[in-house]
């Protein structure tokens, strides 16, 4: 069955090694690995953390974290030459931590978490960034592949990209860049948004999927929203989808007015009862959905 894993700032953001205890809690919750955060320099010593999640038994996956000083969709040489570098430079992290899958936002340009609204653009500034993204993503490509790492790019929802936002764009970027080391990573939170159905979304990607994020479309924990789990397992298995599948449910249990949403926040409360839940909860999914005839 596919691994489930949690992503590393449910705890803690930014996660250092005075979260190493963590790890071990994560495997007695019920989870196979860890979705971390690519570290910044000096943020995390790799050997050590190597070895904390050795010794904890936990897989891990990296998220990019892009910005607008590095952005492979940029017109600015240095941000589109900062966005490659740093994409090497995650997948040099995923070597070092034993990991061989690095997903996020890959080409960059974010909107609302960077304080830029979208804008629309000319024809020839829209092929102009998909060339960079494509040019960007073909060389990250041949260092990630020369390591044994995947590089997942993901769409986002038009409030967090104004450049891939959708399945179908995901294919036709992944279609230009043509390379083995670069797949795609879905999210079902972006999915709620911008998908007719996030069956169907899933079944077009098939095996260019390389890591799957289970998120209800609120961001809470699985099983509280509207998400139709049944039909989403039974995509993944029709595609033969066997890789990694993390869950990101940091929304926190505050519902005050003015409170934004968007902002993360650390946890308030032990939350490790509906954590272990949560992973109960997509096994199980994805095992009964295997058996639906």
């Known amino acids: 069955m596919n691994p489930v894993g949690l992503i590393s700032m449910q705890y ?8 190493f205890p963590l790890f071990s809690r994560m495997r ?24 904390a999640l050795e010794r904890a038994g936990l897989g891990v996956v990296l998220a990019a974290r892009v910005n607008l000083q590095r952005n492979l969709s940029s017109d600015d040489p240095a941000a589109h030459r900062a966005g490659i570098d740093y994409l090497k430079y995650t997948a040099d992290c995923a070597l070092a931590l034993g990991a061989t899958i690095v ?3 890959l080409t960059g340009n974010p909107l609302v978490f960077a304080g830029r609204p979208p804008q629309p653009v000319a024809e020839d500034e829209r092929l102009a960034r998909k ?16 390591i044994g790492i995947t590089l997942a790019v993901e769409p986002l929802n038009r409030f967090e990209s104004d450049v891939l936002c959708t399945t179908q764009q995901a294919m036709e970027l992944l279609d230009a860049v043509d390379h083995p080391a670069v797949q795609m990573m879905l999210d079902t939170f972006h999915m709620h948004m911008e998908e007719a159905s996030i069956a169907e979304a899933i079944l077009l990607a098939g095996p260019r999927v390389a890591h ?9 924990f699985p099983g509280t929203g509207s998400t139709d789990w049944v039909s989403v397992c039974r995509a993944l298995h029709t595609i033969g989808y066997k890789g990694p599948v993390s ?18 926040r ?6 490790s009862e509906r954590l ?9 999914h994805l095992l009964l959905t295997e058996y639906r005839r």
């Open 247 to 264: 869950l990101e449910p940091f929304r926190r249990n505050d519902d005050r007015f003015g409170v934004p949403f968007a902002q993360w």
């Open 212 to 220: 799957f994020q289970a998120n209800e479309n609120h961001r809470g």
């Open 266 to 271: 650390p946890p308030h409360e032990d939350e």
């Open 28 to 51: 007695e919750l019920g989870y196979d690995f860890i979705e971390l955060l690519v570290p910044e320099p000096g943020e995390l010593d790799l050997d050590k953390t190597r070895a």
């Open 131 to 146: 060339a960079r993204c494509v040019a960007g993503l073909r060389e990250a490509g041949d260092h990630a592949a020369k």
């Open 12 to 19: 803690a953001r930014p996660f250092t090694a005075e979260h």
């Open 103 to 105: 997903g996020g936002p």
């Open 276 to 284: 272990s839940a949560s992973a109960s909860f997509i096994k199980s």
